[in-house]
C-alpha cells in the first residue's frame, strides 16, 4: 500500500513547512549568511590598501639582504641599532623588525623577528620564503650565475591539469575547485543528515510519547509509517535547500553588487586561472576559464550528489528513527547517539585529512565504498573524477546499506513505539532485533 | 455469523507467555466485553486483531476470512494510551486518521462535518489540537476511531481518562452505533458500564480465557439461590441460626438458603417469626462474579 506512505509523507511535508518556525528559518537564515559576510567584507574593505600592508623595519648585520616590499610586506632599511628598532616596534611606528645577524650562507642561523604582537604563521611563513629566495639567490650570485641570466632564470609556472578520461576525452581541470567542490558537498551532506535525521528522531519521539503511534500502527505498517516519516522530512529539508540556494545566490549578488565585487564562484574562478587575478581583462585567458568550466563534470557531479545526499539520508534517517522509537524522551537518545555520529564524523574528518589531500590513496578508497562513510567521503573523490567501476560498487553497497539499516531499524522500531518506561540498552535493541 | 472468531492463539514475549490456546468469538451486533486484570494478556489480543503486533501461532478469522491487512478498512481502534498530534488542526487531523483509514478525503470530509456538528465541535474544526479543552479533544479522539463506520469497533479502555460527563456521550454513542450494527469489543475495568452495555463477555485471567457467555447466562449460572432478607422480629421468639446475620435499630437482615424449598414456602416460614420487609433474591454482580472466578483461577 504505497498510497499510505504517501499519506505519511504529505502530513510530515506539509505539517512541518506550514509551520511558523519554518518558514522564519528558510527565510532568515538566508538573509543572515549574506549580511555576515557583507560585514565581514566591509571590514576587510575598510582594512586593504598600503595601511594593511606590514611596515618592517630590517637590520641587517651584512648589509647585503634586500628583500622587496610587496602587498604583504613594506620593508625599510633605516640603518638603525636593533636597540633603536625595538624601539620603533614599541612606539607602534612599526609592525614588527626582522634581525638578519652575520650569517653564515651555508647555514643561516640567529636570524630573529620581533613585533608588539605574536606573528601569524603566514606573516612567518611569508618572511621565511623571502630570506629563503633571496639566500639563494646570493648563493647562486656567490658561485658566479650573473645577475642578467639570474633574471631570466625567474620563471613563473602554472600547470594546467588535464584528466584523461577512460574514453579518451580530456577535460581541463583545476583542483582548487574540484577540491571546493568536495568540501562543500562533503559538508552539506553532512549537515543535511544530522539536522534532518534529528527532526526525524524528534518526530518518532513526539509521536510515541503523544501515545498517538498505537492508533496510527492499527491503521498502517509500522513500516509505512517510518519510511513515510523520514521520506517526508527528507522533502522538507530539500524544500529548505532549495529555497536557500535560491535565496542566498540572490541576496549574495545584491551585497557583492553593493561593494563592487564578484560572486564566489567568480573569485574561484579567478583563483584558478593561471595568473591569478585580473583575468576579466585578459581576453586571451577567457577561453581557458571555458575550458575549466566545461572541463567540470557537471551531469555526473550533480547525479552524485543526489544519489548521496539522498542515500546517506536515508541509510541514516532509518536509524534515527530506530533510536527514536527506543527511547521516551531526547535526553534518553543521547546513549545511542555514538553508533551513528562515530561513522559520520570518520567519514567528515576522512573527508578532510585523506580523501581531499590525496583522492586516489587507500584510505580514500575505502572511505568512498564504505556505506556509512561514502555518502560524505565519495563527494570529495567525484570531484577529481571516480571510475565507473567503483562508483557503481559504492552505490550499490550505499543501496545494500540503505536496505539493511531500514530493515534492522524497522525492527527496532516496530517493538520501541509500543514500549513505553522501560529502559532501553544495547542488549534489548538486540533482542528487538532478533526476535522479529 | 461471528464477525471475529479467534481459534488456539499463542503469543509470547520472551519468556512471557501473554495469550495460551487462546479462543474467542464474537458476534455480529453485539456489545462484547474483555474482562481481566492487569497483565492478564487484553491489550495483547486486542493489538494482534488490531495487526499491531503478529502473533506466534492461531488463527483470526473476521467474517470468516483469515485477517489481513485490508481489514483495517473495517475496524476501529481506540486504545488505552492514546493521544493526537497536538500542533495539528482538528479537521486536518481528523481527515488524516480518515485517509489513513482507506477513505478518500471527499467522502472522508462529509463525514466529518457531520460529527463535529453532532458532538457540538463545528465552530473547533479550524483549531489546533493544543488549543482544545481535554474534554472536546477526548471527543475529537472518539471521532477520530469511527470516522472511517467501522464494522467492528475495538475500545480498550474507554472510560479511562473520559470525565464522567463524557464518559456519558461516549456511552451514549456506543449504544448508537451498535443500533446501526457496529459490532462493540471493549475491554474496561468498570463493572458497572459492563452490565450495562455488553451482552457478551469474556474473563481473561494470565493469559487463559477462564469464562466466557452473555452477561444474562453467566449472571444466571452464578445464582446461589439464596435470599437476602429484611424481617422486623417479633420480641422474645427464639430464632434459628440464620447467615449473614445484622441486628439493626428496629429490625435484622440476613441471608438464606432456599434447599430445595420453593421460594413462598420460605417466605411463608419467615412470616412466622415478624414482620418481612424485603426477600429478594441475591444474584451476583459482574464484579462479584469477576473476583470470584479469578480467585478461583488462582486457587487452581
Request: hydrophobic share 45%.
Amino acid at each position: 500500500m504505497p498510497n499510505k506512505i504517501f499519506l505519511v509523507v504529505k502530513r510530515e511535508y506539509l505539517a512541518r513547512v506550514k509551520k511558523r518556525s519554518f518558514i522564519v528559518a528558510t527565510i532568515l537564515t538566508p538573509l543572515i549568511f549574506p549580511s555576515i559576510l557583507g560585514v565581514f567584507l566591509w571590514i576587510g574593505m575598510s582594512d586593504t590598501g598600503i595601511d594593511s600592508a606590514r611596515f618592517i623595519e630590517v637590520v641587517d648585520d651584512n648589509q647585503e639582504f634586500f628583500l622587496e616590499s610587496n602587498e604583504l610586506f613594506v620593508f625599510s632599511y633605516g640603518s638603525l641599532t636593533v636597540a633603536e628598532a625595538k624601539e620603533m616596534v614599541q612606539k607602534g611606528n612599526r609592525y614588527g623588525f626582522l634581525h638578519i645577524p652575520k650569517l653564515d650562507l651555508a647555514a643561516p642561523t640567529g636570524i630573529a623577528f620581533y613585533a608588539a604582537e605574536t606573528p601569524g604563521m603566514s606573516v612567518v611563513s611569508g618572511l621565511e620564503s623571502a630570506l629563503k629566495v633571496k639566500i639563494e639567490e646570493i648563493k647562486l650570485l656567490n658561485s658566479g650565475i650573473n645577475r642578467e641570466l639570474l633574471n631570466k632564470l625567474k620563471t613563473a609556472v602554472s600547470i594546467r591539469s588535464i584528466r584523461l578520461g577512460q574514453t579518451g576525452n580530456e577535460a581541463v581541470s583545476n583542483t582548487v575547485i574540484n577540491y571546493a567542490i568536495g568540501f562543500i558537498s562533503g559538508i552539506l551532506i553532512y549537515t543535511f543528515i544530522f539536522v534532518y535525521g534529528n527532526q526525524i528522531m524528534q518526530g518518532v519521539i513526539e509521536e510515541k510519547s503523544s501515545r498517538i503511534v498505537e492508533i496510527l500502527v492499527s491503521s498502517l505498517k509500522p513500516f509505512q509509517l517510518m519510511m513515510g516519516k523520514i521520506i517526508g522530512i527528507g522533502a522538507v529539508g530539500l524544500t529548505q535547500f532549495l529555497i536557500w540556494i535560491v535565496l542566498i545566490g540572490l541576496v549574495s549578488t545584491i551585497i557583492m553588487g553593493f561593494f563592487g565585487m564578484k560572486m564566489p564562484q567568480q573569485e574561484l574562478m579567478e583563483q584558478a586561472s593561471p595568473e591569478g587575478m585580473g583575468w576579466m581583462s585578459a581576453q586571451t585567458e577567457l577561453p581557458e576559464i571555458l575550458q575549466l568550466i566545461q572541463g567540470i563534470d557537471f551531469f555526473s557531479l550533480v547525479l552524485s550528489f543526489l544519489i548521496y545526499f539522498i542515500g546517506g539520508y536515508l541509510l541514516y534517517g532509518a536509524f534515527f528513527a530506530a533510536i527514536g522509537a527506543a527511547v521516551d524522551s531526547p535526553s534518553d537518545a543521547q546513549q545511542f547517539m555514538f553508533p551513528v555520529t562515530i561513522p559520520l564524523l570518520v567519514g567528515y574528518m576522512g573527508l578532510f585529512i585523506f580523501v581531499l589531500d590525496d583522492p586516489n590513496s587507500k584510505v580514500s578508497y575505502w572511505l568512498s565504498i564504505v556505506p556509512f562513510t561514502s555518502p560524505v567521503a565519495m563527494m570529495g573523490r567525484v570531484s577529481f573524477g571516480v571510475p565507473l567501476s567503483e562508483l557503481v560498487l559504492s552505490v550499490t553497497l550505499l543501496v545494500l546499506g540503505f536496505l539493511f539499516t531500514t530493515w534492522s531499524a524497522g525492527k527496532i522500531y516496530k517493538i520501541g513505539i509500543l514500549v513505553h518506561g522501560t529502559k532501553v540498552n544495547y542488549k534489548t535493541l538486540w533482542k528487538w532485533i532478533k526476535e522479529n | 455469523m461471528h464477525i471475529l472468531s479467534i481459534k488456539g492463539l499463542n503469543k509470547t514475549y520472551g519468556n512471557h507467555v501473554a495469550l495460551k490456546n487462546f479462543d474467542l468469538e464474537v458476534e455480529k451486533g453485539m456489545v462484547f466485553g474483555l474482562l481481566g486484570p492487569n497483565g492478564a494478556g487484553k491489550t495483547t489480543l486486542i493489538r494482534i486483531v488490531n495487526q499491531i503486533i503478529d502473533r506466534d501461532s492461531g488463527e483470526i478469522l473476521i467474517n470468516g476470512e483469515p485477517l489481513k491487512m485490508s481489514h483495517v478498512r473495517n475496524i476501529g481502534y481506540l486504545p488505552e494510551e492514546r493521544g493526537l498530534y497536538k500542533g495539528m488542526r482538528v479537521d486536518d487531523q481528523l481527515l488524516y486518521f480518515a485517509q489513513i483509514k482507506g477513505l478518500k478525503a471527499t467522502e472522508a470530509k462529509v463525514k466529518i462535518h457531520s460529527w463535529l456538528e453532532r458532538l457540538n465541535l463545528l465552530s473547533w474544526k479550524n483549531m489546533k489540537v493544543e488549543e482544545l479543552s481535554k474534554g472536546m479533544a477526548q471527543k475529537v479522539q472518539f471521532i477520530a476511531t469511527v470516522i472511517h463506520e467501522p464494522k467492528l469497533l475495538i475500545l480498550d479502555e474507554p472510560f479511562s481518562g473520559f470525565d464522567p460527563v463524557n464518559a456519558e456521550i461516549i456511552k451514549n454513542e456506543i449504544l448508537e452505533l451498535k443500533r446501526n450494527g457496529t459490532t462493540i469489543m471493549l475491554s474496561t475495568h468498570r463493572m458497572e458500564s459492563v452490565e450495562l452495555l455488553c451482552d457478551n463477555i469474556a474473563m481473561i485471567n494470565r493469559s487463559h480465557k477462564i469464562l466466557d457467555g452473555t452477561v444474562k447466562a453467566i449472571k444466571k449460572a452464578s445464582k446461589t439461590n439464596r435470599f437476602a432478607v429484611g424481617l422486623r422480629l417479633i420480641p422474645g421468639l427464639e430464632i434459628p441460626t440464620w447467615e449473614d446475620l445484622i441486628e439493626e435499630e428496629d429490625c435484622v437482615t440476613f441471608t438464606i438458603a432456599l434447599d430445595g424449598q420453593r421460594p413462598n414456602d420460605c417466605l411463608m416460614e419467615l412470616m412466622n417469626y415478624g414482620e418481612v420487609l424485603h426477600f429478594e433474591e441475591s444474584i451476583p454482580s459482574i464484579e462479584e462474579i469477576f473476583i470470584q472466578k479469578i480467585n478461583e483461577s488462582h486457587a487452581e
